[in-house]
């Protein structure tokens, strides 16, 4: 699959936004190794730190059916700038997924794309837990 359809496939999810807080939409999409894609939005609540990002909700949605190995994440929003994974998402993502592609679309339609390692330097994983 072509990075520009995941990009399309964020931009889809970003409608469903549920964000009357504050007021800031943002889509996810992941890629599978399968090929399979997976979409998600930001989701907030009243009380406020309940609120989920677009790209937890995305990543959540494919491992609860089963999907263990990806390829990447687009992350969109309404903002001109590129939105950059939140530092809650990077640690799960990076836990779930490993070193992803992660695909930024600006509000001028550029594309950045990054290795998720690159948002996360010295990463806490599972190699620290003794039960792991
Ligand atoms: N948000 C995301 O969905 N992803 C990010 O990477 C950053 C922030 C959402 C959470 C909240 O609904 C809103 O943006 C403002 O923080």
Request: hydrophobic fraction near 40%.
């Given at each position: 699959m072509k990075y520009k359809e995941l990009i399309r496939a964020a931009e889809q999810a970003k409608k469903n936004?549920?964000?009357p807080y504050s007021k800031?939409?943002?889509g996810a999409a992941v890629l599978?190794?399968?090929g399979k894609l997976?979409?998600?939005c930001n989701i907030e609540s009243s009380s406020y730190s309940l609120t989920i990002c677009a790209e937890r909700t995305a990543i959540f949605k494919a491992v609860s059916e089963g999907y263990r190995e990806f390829i990447a994440i687009s992350i969109v929003s309404d903002l001109k700038e590129y939105i950059p994974?939140?530092?809650a998402c990077r640690?799960?993502?990076f836990d779930l997924a490993g070193d992803i592609d992660v695909?930024?679309?600006n509000g001028k339609k550029e594309i950045k794309i990054s290795k998720l390692s690159s948002y996360l330097p010295m990463p806490f994983n599972?190699?620290?837990l003794k039960n792991k």
């Open positions: 936004s549920f964000s800031l939409r943002v599978t190794k399968s997976f979409t998600g994974p939140c530092g640690q799960v993502l695909i930024l679309l599972n190699s620290f």
